[in-house]
């Protein structure tokens, strides 16, 4: 049985942060399952197909090609990669608007499950826990309130250079949460058995000693 390990929760907690670092401690595969929305947005966006049209994102989602390597994911349309492109906020939001959608979510289901090899797999998303990995025997489910994820990407956005406005993601990221919340198609949802931590009073280091803890106990690890 290949031992999988789910974090789930909304825009902006921390996922990303705590996946990368127990799939490392692990030597775990890691799925960030975002950036296979984003890549499918970042393909609409470049070639200007109406987001409306289900037909022609579907076709475009089967031209990507995902692959791992070194347990990094590669992302190629066309024979660019395009995987260092996808990380803004104009893709996000394309992003959360095309993940509602039920055939976009099942164009990418099997890629999303052919990460799970061994020796295990960390897995982040939205919907990990409770659709794509249930058999999965650690669920984490991260939150934070709007206003504290909000300051942490205003903080790292500034911290690189960029010029954003508090009020500007509070904003989006409400959209985004709603919108995550109320779809129809594999809401974000906290998962039966999740851990939740809610993590607005907790550092970096004291959200991934709780993670840690847990992976160890149930796996019988030392990371
Ligand atoms: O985690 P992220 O911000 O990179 O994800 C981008 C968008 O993709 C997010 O707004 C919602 C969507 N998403 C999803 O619907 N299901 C997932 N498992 C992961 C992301």
Do not use: C
Not at 16 to 21: L, R
Not at 78 to 91: A, C, D, M, P, W
Not at 189 to 218: C, F, H, Q, R
């Amino acid at each position: 049985m290949t031992k999988i390990l789910t974090i789930d929760g909304p825009s902006g907690v921390g996922k990303g942060t705590i996946s990368e670092y127990l799939s490392d401690k692990l030597k775990w595969n890691y799925l960030n399952s975002g950036a296979l929305y984003r890549a499918i947005a970042w393909v609409v966006i470049n070639d200007s197909i109406e987001i409306n049209d289900i037909l022609e994102i579907e076709k475009a989602s089967e031209k990507i090609l995902f692959s791992i390597e070194n347990k990094k994911l590669h992302i190629l349309y066309k024979n660019i990669e395009i995987g260092s492109l996808i990380y803004n906020e104009e893709v996000a939001k394309i992003a959360s608007k095309i993940s509602s959608e039920p055939k976009v979510r099942e164009s990418i289901l099997n890629v999303q499950r052919s990460f799970k090899k061994e020796p295990g797999l960390v897995a982040e998303g939205r919907d990990m826990g409770s659709v794509i990995f249930p058999e999965a025997q650690v669920k984490l489910f991260l939150t934070a309130t709007i206003e504290t994820r909000a300051q942490r990407r205003f903080k790292q956005l500034k911290d690189r250079k960029f010029n954003v406005s508090l009020p500007a993601l509070i904003k989006d990221l409400d959209a985004r949460d709603k919108r995550d919340k109320s779809r129809e198609s594999s809401p974000l949802v906290i998962p039966e058995g999740a851990l939740v931590i809610e993590t607005d009073d907790l550092s970096i280091i004291e959200v991934k000693k709780i993670a840690k803890d847990k992976v160890n106990k149930t796996y019988g690890t030392n990371i």
